[in-house]
């Protein structure tokens, strides 16, 4: 069988020494998954995904993304993997306030060094799938906050990445616009097949994933379908 | 193509931030436009001078005479007439020299028609024009017959020609110094400034004996204030102003040990003394305006550290969705360069709008040079290089979780 998209294997993160707020954590994921994490505030949600993504490294234990140790990556590749193949969407929207929402969409496509037609190209198409085309020249302060969780997620999906990190893309919003956003993920698994890794504080945000990982203390509590 | 998106990048970090960019510019503009200034100026003062040393002539010495001591009491230089006619034939005789020309200066008034002007009167031999290189440019030079007839005849300066005729052809005119008439021999070529800044075209030249016996008549006949000498060349230079003051010393019976009633100056190291001021004084210049440079410099990496600083979560943005090491740190060094090339451009038409203003003002010699443009601006750029670099590597070298978590 190949490579699990994820592996995580005995991993521990320490913050300060001897405090760990990861404890031996181990989980594979495939590729086309759809996963929920949820724990109490504080008990290391964050501290994961940012491992996930690459942000971050763990204290012990492995961390291998499409079969790679991680560990063994330099910054350039660790920044190549983020670019390429994951998608990270905040709570906090994380868009560039000075760049204009077509700008911000584009940015990844330039740091994968594309041409400025194709960025532009690339970053209209996915400006109109999240519904947003005739916004594109307006800054990220000048939108909602759901208009702004849409455009972060556009800017996740346009260098095609397999995976989609989302630590709390709901958080800052009203349920329905939660909801709205929360379809788009849906759809994104279902038609196109995309990982998404989504850490919530809502049972009914959470019942949209195929599965649960419950965080207690740093500690898989449990891990099953939902 | 990544390269010219981090270009637009940095202009539109320049751009969002005007106001600070113009100040942090500020720096750049003082520090190119005064050194370009300051190079114009200090290379317009060395074309002066050497203007100056070409002007004089090549292989020269100039014998004063004077000082005597009288009970103690010592004259200056030129103070009393020890040099004669009979000691500038006597030099003239020596193997080493070309030529020598006696000279006798005073002032007398000048009076044309209705114009008068006063100016310098020198008396001298025909040698004169060679010694000094020196052609007469319309009309003739007088002849070694007026000097031994004593005739009363001039050449005259550009400057004096300006001033007494206009545009009138003074050749073949009269004119009145002390009250007795000339003849308007000939014109000489424009000289310009001497290297102690005296307008040499400001003089007529009479013969010697004219100006002995008709004009400044005094009780020592045949004395001449000093002698302008040519030697064969360069090589003998030593040699001759050797043989020179032996010379003299015997003919003005001057005992060892006793202080001479002359002396000889050699005209070529006093250029050369001239030529290494100004350069000196033009390197000193450069170098002072290169310190507003330095300071333009670190004003750079002071403002970029604060816009670093400012900008660490948008850092962790860019790094979350991929930009490298590599990308951060062009970024900012792009805009690092870019502020300093800015500043250099705006500093370059200042500074030689301000050299032309000051050489239109002052009426000195301004040179800019391409190379010196060319010199501030690479240096300009090298300054935005080295003070952008270290603000930039701090960027670039923040791990992607801390800049994303900065608040
Ligand atoms: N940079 C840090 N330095 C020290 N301790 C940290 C740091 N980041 C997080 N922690 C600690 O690690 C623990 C886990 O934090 P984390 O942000 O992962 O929690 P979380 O599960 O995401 O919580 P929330 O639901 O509130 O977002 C917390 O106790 C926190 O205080
Ligand atoms: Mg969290």
């Known amino acids: 069988m190949a490579d699990p998209l994820l592996c995580v294997t005995g991993l521990y993160k320490n913050y300060l020494e001897n405090v760990p707020v990861l404890k031996d954590v181990s989980f594979n994921i495939e590729s086309g998954e759809y996963v929920a994490i949820m724990g109490h505030s504080g008990s290391g949600k964050s501290t994961l995904m940012n491992i996930l993504g690459c942000l971050d490294t763990a204290t012990a234990g492995h961390y291998y993304l499409e079969g790679r140790d991680t560990a063994a990556l330099s910054s350039d590749e660790l920044a190549l993997l983020r670019n390429r193949l994951i998608g990270f969407v905040f709570q906090g929207f994380n868009l560039l306030p000075r760049s204009s929402i077509l700008d911000n969409i584009a940015l990844p496509l330039l740091y994968s060094g594309k041409s400025k037609v194709e960025r532009r190209e690339k970053a209209t198409v996915m400006l109109t799938r999240v519904g947003l085309a005739q916004f594109g020249d307006r800054r990220p302060n000048q939108l909602s906050g759901g208009q702004q969780q849409r455009v972060a997620i556009a800017r996740a999906l346009v260098t095609d990445p397999k995976l989609i990190l989302a630590d709390e893309p709901t958080g800052n919003l009203d349920t329905q616009t939660g909801d709205e956003i929360m379809k788009i993920f849906q759809d994104l698994n279902e038609d196109q097949n995309i990982t998404i890794i989504l850490v919530t504080h809502e049972d009914d945000i959470a019942a949209h994933a195929k599965r649960l990982i419950r965080v207690v203390d740093g500690q898989i509590a449990s891990d099953q379908a939902s | ?407």
């Open chain 2, 1 to 407: 193509m990544i390269i010219g998106a981090l270009l637009g990048e940095g202009w539109a970090a320049m751009r969002a931030n005007r106001m600070r960019t113009l100040l942090t510019m500020l720096g750049m503009v003082f520090g190119v436009g005064s050194v370009i200034m300051m190079l114009a100026i200090g290379q317009g003062a060395q074309l002066m001078v050497n203007e100056s040393i070409a002007s004089m002539g090549s292989n020269l010495f100039i014998v004063l005479s004077g000082s005597t001591s009288a009970g103690g009491l010592r004259q200056g230089s030129g103070t009393v007439p020890t040099l004669t006619l009979d000691d500038a034939q006597a030099i003239g005789e020596l193997t080493e020299i070309a030529s020598v020309a006696p000279n006798l200066p005073n002032n007398a008034q000048l009076i044309y028609a209705s114009n008068n002007w006063s100016t310098q009167v020198l008396g001298t031999t025909p040698a004169f024009f060679d010694v000094r290189e020196w052609p007469v440019v319309s009309g003739e030079a007088f002849k070694d017959s007026d000097v031994r007839s004593a005739t009363r005849v001039l050449l005259m300066g550009q400057t004096v020609v300006r001033n007494l005729f206009g545009d009138e052809n003074p050749v073949g005119k009269m004119v009145r110094v002390k009250n007795s008439p000339f003849l308007v021999l000939g014109i000489l070529a424009a000289k310009g400034q001497s290297l102690d800044g005296r307008d040499q075209d400001d003089t007529v030249f009479v013969p010697i004996t004219t100006a002995q016996r008709q004009l400044f008549g005094n009780q020592f006949p045949g004395m001449v204030r000093s002698i302008m000498v040519k030697a064969k060349s360069a090589e003998v230079m030593a040699k001759a102003e050797q043989g020179m003051t032996e010379l003299l010393k015997i003919r003005h019976r001057i005992h060892i040990g006793q202080e001479n009633d002359f002396s000889v100056r050699n005209l070529a190291a006093v250029a050369q003394a001239a030529a290494s001021t100004t350069e000196a004084m033009s390197t000193m210049l450069g170098a002072i305006a290169s310190v507003s440079l330095l300071v333009g410099g670190i004003g750079i990496m002071n403002i970029m550290l604060v816009s670093v600083t400012e900008r660490i979560r948008e850092i962790g943005i860019r790094m979350a969705i991929g930009a490298r090491t590599r990308d951060i740190l062009l970024q900012f060094l792009f805009e690092a360069v870019m502020i300093s090339l800015a500043g250099s451009f705006i500093g370059a038409v200042l500074g030689v709008a301000c050299a032309y203003f000051f050489s239109q003002y002052n009426d000195t010699l301004v040179v800019v040079t391409l190379s010196s443009v060319f010199l501030s601006f690479g240096v300009a750029a090298a300054v935005g290089v080295f003070f952008g670099f270290y603000p930039a590597r701090k960027a670039a070298n923040l791990k992607p979780i801390e800049a994303l978590r900065y608040q």
